[in-house]
């Protein structure tokens, strides 16, 4: 029976060639593994003010996906309404994150509100080039 040769994505992130040499037998081999790496952002203070921000990946790495977190500084909480996620994306050239959300807290000053904390995070590999959102 001929040999066939055939590139089987595992998970989201790592490579393997499957070879076929009978009806029923395979084997697997790694090949070129991407190993991802997830970049936490800083806490943005306000952030979930519906402003786009990005997170990049480091210098010739690319971005495979990305998302954030919500947060309360001391004294405050989150509000009971949903967040507004306006965009949550690569960027164009595949290099970041982008993320604008809307998300308001509540004081303990009645009455009072102010955006939510936020952190980006991104998600990135070295030669990957395919993003997942």
């Not at 936490?40 to 480091?58: E, F, K, M, N, Y």
Request: charged share 15%; with cysteine; aromatic share 4%.
């Amino acid at each position: 029976m001929g040999l066939s040769m055939r590139t089987a994505a595992v998970g989201a992130f790592a490579l393997f060639t499957v070879t076929a040499v009978t009806a029923g037998s395979a084997t697997a081999a790694p090949q070129d593994t991407v190993r991802p790496e997830a970049v936490p952002g800083s806490v943005i203070a306000g952030g979930a003010d519906g402003t786009p921000r990005t997170l990049t990946c480091p210098p010739q790495e690319n971005a495979t996906g990305g998302g954030f977190t919500l947060s309360a500084a001391p004294g405050s909480r989150l509000s009971t309404t949903p967040a507004d996620v306006l965009e949550n994306r690569p960027t164009a050239d595949a290099t970041g994150w982008t993320i604008a959300v809307r998300k308001d807290l509540t004081t303990q000053q009645a009455g009072r509100t102010a955006a939510a904390d936020l952190t980006l995070y991104v998600v990135c590999a070295r030669g990957a080039s395919t993003v997942h959102g």
